[in-house]
């Protein structure tokens, strides 16, 4: 049974198709509460940053109850994406890299799943991003009959700090990060394939996101906690396959966190594929490549997706 009930979502994003829209649900991931979650002075709330009434901005922050919010298409093909949206884990947005791409995949049958993940930092446990993702892929694979999807196809796709958040889980899927709650923890949390936009992956201080890294590991890591958390170091011939792409000029989150990875996934002997764009900046999306050859990438994701036998 589905963990949760299902509740409908308030506001919707302009820019989603009808079909994409079609029996939104928004499911609790813990029947009984987080494990490691902080308690914060002020309540679990949505703020709308963006000042043109035509145009939505929002963050979700003091995130205490993590849940997904599925986006069903009008004919699934039985493909799922599990999206984890950036906010240099101060926040999760919830526009710019989820409402307004799930068309983009649902249309082409993919059933996506947003999910909205603890932060770490301020007594938050630093692995609940990773529970949170571990706890996600599980409840999908474990439903999978539910909403006509094929276990052996569920992916992730991360952007920015989420991408550290999918790059974690795709290379820490097997980690005992929380006790088991239910039958479904029994399952793998492993993505059968792995995107990444513009991720944060590493923790070097010479090439990371600062912020990121400060609420992730604090000002003064550890060597230790440095390489645990670079996710290029966590690389094993066991890492799903990947898709990266990334903008040259990427001011936020250089260049070199995805060149980290795809090396780090060519020497371990997995496949992979990444593209460098010339220009986008950090956290293009689609709204911020109109116009750009970036704006191409859910299409050149989808070829890919299906080139790996991922689409049917």
Not at 6 to 23: D, G, K
Not at 82 to 98: C, F, S
Not at 134 to 163: E, K, T
Not at 230 to 235: A, F
């Amino acid at each position: 049974m589905l963990v949760g009930a299902a509740t409908a979502l308030a506001a919707l994003s302009a820019t989603a198709s009808a079909a994409s829209l079609e029996n939104l649900q928004e499911l609790t991931l813990w029947p009984k509460g987080p494990p490691g979650s902080a308690s914060f002075p002020m309540p679990q709330q949505v703020l709308e940053r963006s000042k043109d009434p035509a145009i939505k901005d929002r963050a979700l922050l003091a995130i205490t109850q993590p849940s997904l919010l599925v986006y069903r298409p009008a004919k699934p093909n039985g493909t799922a994406l599990l999206v984890t949206p950036g906010g240099a884990y101060q926040r999760v947005v919830l526009d710019k890299e989820a409402d307004e791409i799930a068309p983009r995949f649902t249309d082409a049958g993919v059933t996506v799943f947003r999910l909205a993940y603890r932060l770490p930092g301020k007594a938050q446990a630093t692995d609940a991003p990773l529970m949170d993702a571990q706890r996600a892929l599980r409840l999908i694979r474990a439903n999978a009959a539910d909403w006509g999807l094929d276990p052996a196809r569920i992916g992730v796709l991360g952007f920015s700090a989420g991408g550290h958040v999918a790059s974690q889980l795709a290379t820490g899927y097997e980690r005992k990060v929380y006790e088991p709650v239910d039958a479904a923890d029994q399952l793998s949390a492993r993505p059968d394939f792995l995107a990444l936009g513009y991720p944060v992956i590493t923790m070097d201080e010479r090439f990371t996101h600062a912020i990121s890294r400060q609420e992730l590991i604090g000002d003064t890591p550890s060597p230790e906690t440095i390489a645990a958390y670079s996710t290029e170091r966590q690389v094993t011939a066991a890492t799903p396959q990947a898709f990266i792409f990334h903008a040259n000029d990427d001011a936020d989150v250089p260049v070199a966190n995805s060149l980290a990875f795809y090396d780090a996934l060519r020497k371990a002997g997995v496949p992979a594929e990444l593209h460098i764009f010339r220009q986008g900046g950090h956290g293009f999306s689609l709204r911020f490549a109109a116009g750009l050859p970036a704006a191409q990438w859910p299409d050149l994701l989808l070829a890919w997706m299906n080139s790996i036998k991922m689409l049917p």
